[in-house]
């Protein structure tokens, strides 16, 4: 019943932007935080962002901290990842994720935190 669709990913060169869409359906999902994650090719999946319910708060990763920007419109069950100063580390399959079990903190971190995921899409950053 529940779906993420995803989309924005890319071909681009390092230094350039993106921003991926994960729209959820089958739901409302204001009162969820909401994730992205990245899988490169090779290596386990990884935490990029979160927005905690009802997107007052927001963190990241260390390593996209200050190029990313994570946000939502919970009018559209939309999630949203602003993605600038792109390098190749960036490439990688990103996923969106939906915690819709209960909540006790305003952050997760590891994909076994949610229940609902995005099919994924792909992100390349050229040299």
């Known amino acids: 019943q529940v779906q993420l669709a995803e989309s924005g990913g890319g071909l681009v060169q390092a230094g350039g932007s993106l921003r991926l869409s994960c729209a959820a359906s089958?739901?409302?999902?204001?009162?969820?935080?909401m994730g992205w994650f990245r899988q490169a090719l090779g290596k386990e999946r990884e935490f990029v962002a979160v927005?905690?319910?009802?997107?007052?708060?927001?963190d990241y990763a260390a390593s996209v901290k200050g190029r990313f920007t994570i946000s939502r419109d919970n009018a559209k069950n939309t999630v949203y990842l602003q993605m600038n100063s792109l390098r190749p580390e960036d490439t990688a399959v990103y996923y969106c994720a939906v915690r819709g079990t209960p909540h006790y903190s305003d952050f997760y971190y590891y994909p076994n935190e949610y229940n609902y995921w995005g099919q994924g899409t792909q992100v390349t950053v050229s040299s």
């Open positions: 089958g739901g409302t999902f204001s009162s969820y935080a």
């Open positions: 927005i905690s319910r009802y997107g007052g708060s927001t």
